[in-house]
Protein backbone atom coordinates (compact mmCIF):
# COMPACT_ATOMS: atom_id res chain seq x y z
CA UNK A 1 0.00 0.00 0.00
CA UNK A 2 1.58 3.35 -1.02
CA UNK A 3 0.24 6.89 0.87
CA UNK A 4 -1.29 9.60 -1.56
CA UNK A 5 0.48 13.05 -1.61
CA UNK A 6 -3.25 14.89 -1.16
CA UNK A 7 -1.11 17.87 -1.85
CA UNK A 8 -0.73 17.59 -5.37
CA UNK A 9 -4.32 16.98 -6.01
CA UNK A 10 -6.33 18.95 -3.75
CA UNK A 11 -6.31 22.44 -2.29
CA UNK A 12 -6.31 23.30 1.14
CA UNK A 13 -6.85 26.65 2.93
CA UNK A 14 -6.50 27.86 6.57
CA UNK A 15 -8.93 30.23 7.52
CA UNK A 16 -11.49 31.37 10.61
CA UNK A 17 -13.78 28.72 10.94
CA UNK A 18 -16.74 30.98 11.72
CA UNK A 19 -16.21 33.25 8.23
CA UNK A 20 -15.00 30.86 5.69
CA UNK A 21 -13.60 32.87 2.36
CA UNK A 22 -16.01 31.11 0.24
CA UNK A 23 -19.09 31.47 -1.77
CA UNK A 24 -22.09 29.58 -0.50
CA UNK A 25 -21.76 26.22 -1.93
CA UNK A 26 -18.69 26.65 -3.33
CA UNK A 27 -17.31 23.24 -2.00
CA UNK A 28 -17.84 19.76 -2.32
CA UNK A 29 -17.26 18.80 1.30
CA UNK A 30 -15.68 20.38 4.33
CA UNK A 31 -13.29 18.70 7.07
CA UNK A 32 -13.38 19.80 10.03
CA UNK A 33 -10.95 17.52 12.90
CA UNK A 34 -10.88 18.61 16.62
CA UNK A 35 -11.62 22.28 15.91
CA UNK A 36 -15.76 22.67 17.34
CA UNK A 37 -14.58 22.09 20.77
CA UNK A 38 -12.44 25.02 21.04
CA UNK A 39 -14.71 27.35 19.49
CA UNK A 40 -16.88 30.02 22.07
CA UNK A 41 -19.54 29.88 19.34
CA UNK A 42 -19.52 26.19 17.92
CA UNK A 43 -22.97 26.42 16.33
CA UNK A 44 -21.61 29.35 14.50
CA UNK A 45 -18.94 27.28 12.77
CA UNK A 46 -21.09 24.78 11.96
CA UNK A 47 -23.63 26.60 10.16
CA UNK A 48 -20.49 28.52 8.36
CA UNK A 49 -19.94 24.78 7.33
CA UNK A 50 -23.07 23.73 6.14
CA UNK A 51 -23.06 27.34 4.10
CA UNK A 52 -20.20 26.63 1.85
CA UNK A 53 -20.63 22.71 1.62
CA UNK A 54 -22.59 20.94 -1.22
CA UNK A 55 -23.51 19.11 1.25
CA UNK A 56 -20.80 16.89 2.72
CA UNK A 57 -18.89 17.89 6.64
CA UNK A 58 -17.09 15.55 7.71
CA UNK A 59 -16.64 16.67 11.49
CA UNK A 60 -14.48 14.91 14.33
CA UNK A 61 -14.78 16.10 17.98
CA UNK A 62 -13.82 13.92 21.07
CA UNK A 63 -15.56 11.37 22.64
CA UNK A 64 -17.41 12.47 25.42
CA UNK A 65 -17.33 8.64 26.66
CA UNK A 66 -13.32 9.04 26.77
CA UNK A 67 -13.11 9.64 30.66
CA UNK A 68 -9.17 10.51 30.65
CA UNK A 69 -10.06 13.68 27.90
CA UNK A 70 -10.13 16.53 30.12
CA UNK A 71 -9.82 19.06 27.38
CA UNK A 72 -13.39 18.97 26.41
CA UNK A 73 -15.20 22.51 26.47
CA UNK A 74 -18.51 21.31 25.01
CA UNK A 75 -20.41 17.93 24.40
CA UNK A 76 -22.20 17.40 21.44
CA UNK A 77 -25.61 15.17 21.36
Same mark, same amino acid.
Given at each position: ???? %?????? &??? +?? %??? /? @? =??? %??????? #? *? @? /????? @??? =?? +?? @? #?????????? *????????? &?? #???? +??????
Amino acid at each position: MRAI %DLTKTQ &NFV +KA %DAL /H @L =PFR %DRSVKAV #R *C @L /HVLEH @LEN =PL +KG @L #REMKRVSQGY *CFICVPNSL &NE #RDST +KTHLYT
